[in-house]
């Protein structure tokens, strides 16, 4: 039990450790770590400049007025004095039609709007509506599309059955447009009113 004590009270002498930590020192591979870290670092400093790196912009070449701008809201009136219809009523009735509208527009091409107008059978109407004006879409830049809709009210007896889905004079609207905008201000548009006919309108945009 002496023997047994004295043997396990021994310490172990550090030169025993000596020869084990060299053969791992050997055995790790340095020249793999020498080479990788260069090349890790000349990553990181290229990534900032890569990010940094600006998008290509899709309106390049168009004119500075025409291109979109998210905080371009504004008000625009337009007025329509003539009306083309595609059929003559039944009866031989179409009176001139006449339209004037205010809208506004915001700069993400959603718009609201309101108009009034004299219809096919001289009724004084109207019509209230939501919709989108669309740009980029073509070769041209100032070739725009619009579509609109909404709730037309006017066409009341004995008219009413002359516009689909009409109850008391309330019906359900939708507006097509193209348009081209000369300048900043001024543009032309020609709306198709379904198969009835095709409205020529002049727009001012204030701004």
């Known amino acids: 039990m002496r023997i047994m004590r004295g ?10 450790r000596m020869p084990v930590l060299r053969a791992l020192r050997r055995a790790l591979p340095r020249r793999p770590l020498r080479t990788a870290l260069p090349a890790l670092l000349l990553a990181l400093a290229a990534a900032p400049a890569t990010a940094q790196s600006p998008a290509p912009d899709p309106y390049a070449g168009w004119p500075g007025w025409l291109k979109p701008n998210a905080d371009d809201d504004h008000w625009r009136i337009f007025l329509a004095p ?6 003559k009523d ?15 527009q915001y700069g993400n091409g959603w718009l609201w709007g309101a108009t009034y107008f004299s219809n096919s059978f001289g009724q004084s109407s109207g019509y209230v509506y939501v919709g989108e004006q669309v740009i980029g879409w ?11 809709a909404g709730i037309v009210y006017g066409y009341t007896d004995p008219y009413e059955d002359k516009i689909p889905f ?3 004079g309330f019906a359900p609207g939708i507006i ?3 348009g081209w905008q000369f300048t900043k201000q001024f543009s032309m548009q020609f709306n198709l009113l379904g198969a009835a006919g095709l409205m020529f309108q002049f727009t001012w945009d204030l701004q």
């Open 138 to 148: 073509s070769p041209w830049p100032q070739l725009y599309a619009k579509w609109t």
């Open 166 to 168: 009409n109850v008391n």
């Open 82 to 87: 003539y009306t083309a219809h595609f059929h």
């Open 90 to 104: 039944e009866d031989g009735i179409h009176e001139n039609v006449y339209l004037v509208g205010l809208e506004r």
């Open 7 to 16: 043997f396990a009270r021994t310490p172990r002498h550090p030169m025993i």
């Open 176 to 178: 097509v447009g193209l």
